[in-house]
């Protein structure tokens, strides 16, 4: 008996197995369904994580606050801070940071207050020098919570589109001290959000915006993971042996489509 041929790659002959697949709407609405539950399970436990992780927040900020130079530290360890923080006045400014703390808002828990905690210094007289993350949900969106206490706008939140960042003016003694008028922001003639020249890191604080996106790594890298960052041991951009095996095999294509999952981090 002859071998049946196989059809060549691209033929019209050739059939996707998984090509005849057709959901009713009943199957697509219970698909629906489960998405919404798992929304609904991972956004209760990333709020009970914020709750759970406040008070050892306290705690730790008590012993932090015991060790000399240690958000300075944490800081300049963190090579995505650290890019903004090149100059020497900056460094010398930010020495004298003695806690650094994220207010959560009482609404949403996922916005929030960047503080810097300054000791007495040359440069301003601000005991606290704050970046103010502000919730603005859109207009009308239900604000009534259910059996757990969830809204609408909880589900809907996008941090890019309901959240907007606060400038803040900061008191500098005198001009020679004053980081932001020594070493300001140029803005870039070719693009509208990015400078050409950043300056100095304390224009993150009296500017609006925030373009390079140091709300999430202050309060969603650097803060949590404090600790490990003092010691040197959570580098932003370090690749693990599987990362560069992965990468020289190249057996498995990526899809960019696919969010990573992150852990939690309140």
Known sequence: MAAKKRSEPGSDKEKDPNGDINLSPADVEKLK???KDFARVELLLDRRAIKDLQPLYEKRRAVLKTIP????????????????????????????????WIERDAVEPRVFTV????KENPYFSDAVVKKVYKYVPEAGSDASPDADGLTKAAFD??????VKPQATQIAWKDDAHNLVKKHPWVQSEEDEEL???????????????DPFGLAEVLGMEVFPDAVAYFNGEDDDDDITDSDEEADDDGAEEIDLDQPKKKKVKA
């Open 33 to 35: 369904d489960l998405q």
């Open 69 to 100: 130079k240690f958000w300075p530290q944490a800081l300049f360890n963190c090579q995505q801070f650290g890019l903004h923080a090149l100059l020497d006045e900056d460094r010398d400014a930010l020495s004298y940071l003695e806690d650094l």
């Open 115 to 118: 503080e810097f905690h300054f």
């Open 157 to 162: 939140f996008d941090w890019d589109e309901h």
């Open 195 to 209: 400078p050409e020249d950043a300056g100095s890191v304390f224009n993150y604080f009296v500017r609006e915006a």
